[in-house]
């Protein structure tokens, strides 16, 4: 009898932590959510890839919600880096963004580089896809959900 009330407690504690988070779940419980779940969210670029969760709005710019390391990769010997966190910065981008770089095409004889203006605008709301870690290491998918980018506070 004890074994068969422990088979049961076992399996509704089971059943209890593989529910878990679904798209009818808050942002924040996804988020909050440890263990097996995996978000794959969109970036924004500020210098560095940032996640979309991290970010939030403030009037007609994008930055991060809170303050981000400053790390310096230093190369020690033979191909050993070594990173080193010398700071922290709130970063942030404008919503409509213009870039400007060089593209460059190397032929046989010569490079040649022409500058290249990019311009576009961050969506405020993105779809972002979560999915569950197996413990083979592969990966299922659970559903995408709609995600708008929060005023900062």
């Known amino acids: 009898m004890k074994s068969i009330l422990m088979s049961i407690f ?15 779940s808050s ?5 909050a959510a440890k263990g097996p779940y995996v978000v794959h969210s969109p970036v924004v670029y500020m210098g560095r890839a940032i996640d979309y969760t991290f970010v939030c709005r ?3 710019m994008l930055r991060t919600k809170a303050p981000v ?24 981008t404008p919503i409509k963004y213009t870039q400007k770089e060089d593209f460059c095409d190397t032929g046989s004889s010569r490079t040649v580089c022409k500058p290249v203006t990019y311009t576009g605008a961050y969506p405020l709301t993105v779809d972002i896809k979560v999915g569950r870690e197996l413990n083979n290491g592969s990966e299922v998918y659970l ?4 995600y708008s980018v929060p005023d900062c506070e």
């Open 10 to 24: 076992t399996i509704f504690v089971a059943q209890n932590a593989s529910a878990g988070i679904s798209q009818n």
């Open 27 to 31: 942002w924040e419980e996804i988020l």
């Open 58 to 60: 403030d009037g007609d």
């Open 69 to 92: 390391d400053i790390v310096y990769a230093i190369q020690e010997g033979a191909g050993r880096t070594v990173f080193q966190t010398v700071g922290s910065e709130v970063l942030s």
């Open 143 to 146: 559903f995408t959900k709609k």
